[in-house]
């Protein structure tokens, strides 16, 4: 995995992140973008540039508080060109869940 993604490759931990808003600025954080400037948007952009790998851990959180938003969030994620995003959702017991570039 560090052949093939090398320094693009990022883990965001969503442990404390109960909001949508919360959950893209852990996402900019977690690539460097300072999020109070970039928007979500940037961090698309950011993952398109080329291949890329973003771990969500932690997500169930997020997820309990506002499964809807998340997951928009989620699928804008996987749209993205060129990124792998893997995450571990836990409601109901472990789960491993891959979204690959489309």
């Known amino acids: 995995m560090i052949k093939e993604f090398q320094d693009r490759r990022w883990i965001v931990s969503l442990d404390n992140v109960v909001d949508a808003a919360a959950f893209e600025g852990a996402v900019l954080g977690a690539l460097g973008l300072q999020p109070t400037i970039a928007t979500f948007e940037a961090a698309l952009a950011r993952l398109g ?27 804008r994620l996987r749209r993205s060109e060129h990124s792998v995003v893997n995450y571990e959702k836990r409601p109901g017991g472990a789960q491993w869940f891959e979204m690959e570039d489309c």
């Open 49 to 75: 540039e080329e291949r890329s790998l973003l771990i969500l851990d932690n997500l169930e959180t997020p997820w309990e508080a506002d499964a809807l938003a998340v997951e928009q969030r989620l699928q």
